[in-house]
């Protein structure tokens, strides 16, 4: 695989997995957030 | 009177559940190849601006609209104006046509998943597929039923409306909360599978390998709004639908990156699994990438079965993981198709579930026969591409012209949302809303009609006759039109309200 496909493919790995991942975890900190302060 | 919704019992179910609706056929057929022919690599960058510009703006809208309105498509829209309600009525029309025809290409895929295990197809898989399996005869013949299609199609119409019969929780949710697992599990070890075969880096050479003068043609930036808009699911009633059985205090602007970075993974994967598998045969079969590599119908039932026959070992076990994951994956988004219209003649009939699923689920599995026959291919290539094109990207652009410019109602729906979401929504959101969205699904349409009317659509050989194209193509387009306006015309059942429910959210 040449090293410009590779640095795509991790960099699109990186931004999309990263946002969901991101996504979830400010879902989950607001969700605590919430639920702490009622 | 408060009125009685069905609810989702988790916030998980809902993600699930709407995560399966967007991860479709689309995802494993459709994704790769259009990135491949459009830059590559580097068609990525205008995807991912597409996601972030108009696909997660327009699912944050629309889970706005079904959560304050509380209401499938139409009562969403009556609400929300007493003449927007037909384009409510038009997006079922839509829904109705492509669940006729999506239920057969599952169909489809369950057949092949118990060919995969002896490789029926034989030495030519394009001669079983188009004569032996769908005995396919001229554009505009009917021919006989086709058995093998029509078993498995009665199959996928009794899983479809067993588990709408159960209703949102005990159906829908839990329906997904099996399958989508289920589907992530069978292709991530088909990915991994294709990742271990030779040629394997050939494929991800060719799908990464970025050309980045693709990035000045104005095409690949339609075709990147084009695939994010088809992929999620919106514009067509199922994301409003499922945002009204939300609960009072959902995170919609959470729930709709989730759901939308979930289907581009998805999507990825998809696409590493896909081109890993076509750099195997490709490599076996001596051709370049470029020979081997194509989308839709031709790579799940033509290339695939030639993969599956080419592997070294476990044959069987890769082709039933990549049909099985065709299945499920079709299967989750077929339930949100149905649910979107059952849903809605519900709203306005007062029916009852289980009567209107009766009656909208097997009436919609009574025309989805006529994909099941000889000449079934035909109508349903013909019907998918112009209910595509001018079904659910006119009505989506209509669905944000009318909100944004015609009601103006952007401005209540983001303080409606914004004390819900977690993710902030911000200046952002509106002007996705208002200028992005509409500039590019309005580019999206006039290039698509443009293309339609400078290169009517055909097959590669130019075998589909002009009045067969007219007819089955613009006239399933007119149709889905045409049952938006007799679904508007009836009064709505007794009891139901069609002012806005109280704002129940403090903004």
């Known amino acids: ?38 | 009177v408060t009125e009685q919704r069905e609810r989702w019992g988790t916030r998980t179910g809902f993600l699930l559940a709407a995560i399966g609706s967007a991860v479709g056929l689309g995802n494993i057929w459709r994704f790769p190849y259009v990135a491949y022919d459009n830059g590559g690599g580097a068609f990525l960058l205008p995807y991912l601006i597409a996601l972030l510009s108009a696909g997660i703006p327009l699912l944050v809208l629309e889970y706005a609209l079904g959560h304050r309105y509380r209401g499938s498509a139409p009562l969403t829209f009556r609400r929300l104006h007493r003449r927007a309600e037909l384009l409510g009525w038009w997006q079922v029309g839509v829904c109705l046509l492509i669940a006729s025809y999506y239920s057969v290409v599952i169909a489809w895929a369950g057949a092949y998943t118990f060919y995969a295990v002896d490789e029926a197809w034989g030495d030519d898989p394009d001669a079983f597929f188009t004569g032996d399996f769908l005995g396919a005869v001229d554009p505009g013949q009917l021919g006989g039923l086709r058995w093998p299609v029509l078993l498995p199609l009665l199959l996928v119409w009794a899983v479809a409306l067993l588990v709408l019969f159960r209703g949102v929780r005990r159906g829908i949710e839990l329906a997904n909360r099996v399958m989508i697992p289920l589907l992530v599990l069978s292709f991530g070890a088909l990915v991994v599978r294709a990742l271990t075969l030779e040629g394997a880096g050939t494929g991800l050479d060719a799908f990464f390998t970025p050309d980045w003068s693709a990035m000045g043609d104005s095409g690949v930036w339609v075709a990147a709004f084009g695939q994010i808009f088809f992929s999620l699911s919106v514009g067509f009633a199922i994301m409003i639908t499922y945002a009204s059985y939300l609960p009072r205090d959902a995170d919609l602007s959470g729930n709709a990156f989730i759901a939308g970075f979930s289907n581009s993974s998805f999507e990825l994967l998809a696409g590493i699994g896909v081109f890993a598998a076509l750099g195997f045969l490709a490599t076996t079969s001596g051709d370049a990438v470029e020979e081997v590599a194509t989308e839709g119908v031709g790579l799940a039932f033509v290339v695939f079965p030639a993969v599956i026959s080419e592997m070294p070992g476990a044959n069987a076990v890769f082709g039933v993981l990549f049909f099985g994951s065709l299945v499920v994956a079709g299967l989750s988004s077929l339930i949100s198709i149905v649910e979107a219209s059952v849903a809605a003649i519900d709203d306005k009939f007062r029916l009852g579930r289980r009567r209107t699923v009766v009656l909208v689920g097997g009436g919609t599995a009574l025309v989805s026969l006529l994909y099941a026959t000889a000449g079934g291919v035909n109508f349903l290539d013909v019907v998918d591409n112009f209910v595509n094109l001018f079904g659910v990207a006119v009505v989506g652009l209509v669905e944000v012209l009318v909100v944004a410019w015609v009601v103006r109602q952007v401005r209540p729906l983001e303080q409606h949302a914004r004390v819900l979401s977690a993710i902030p929504l911000r200046r952002w959101w509106a002007v996705a809303l208002t200028v992005v969205t509409p500039l590019l699904l309005g580019w999206v349409t006039v290039d698509n009609l443009v293309t339609e009317l400078t290169e009517p659509y055909s097959t590669a050989d130019g075998t589909y006759p002009v009045a067969f194209v007219v007819g089955f193509g613009w006239g399933a387009a007119a149709l889905a039109l045409a049952i938006g306006v007799v679904l508007t015309l009836p009064r709505w059942a007794a009891g139901v309200s069609l002012t806005a429910p109280a704002e129940e959210v403090r903004t």
């Open chain 1, 1 to 38: 695989v040449s090293t410009a496909a590779i640095v795509v493919m991790v960099l699109a790995m990186v931004t999309i997995l990263g946002g969901l991942a991101a996504s979830i975890l400010v879902a989950v900190l607001a969700h605590r957030r919430t639920t702490r302060d009622g």
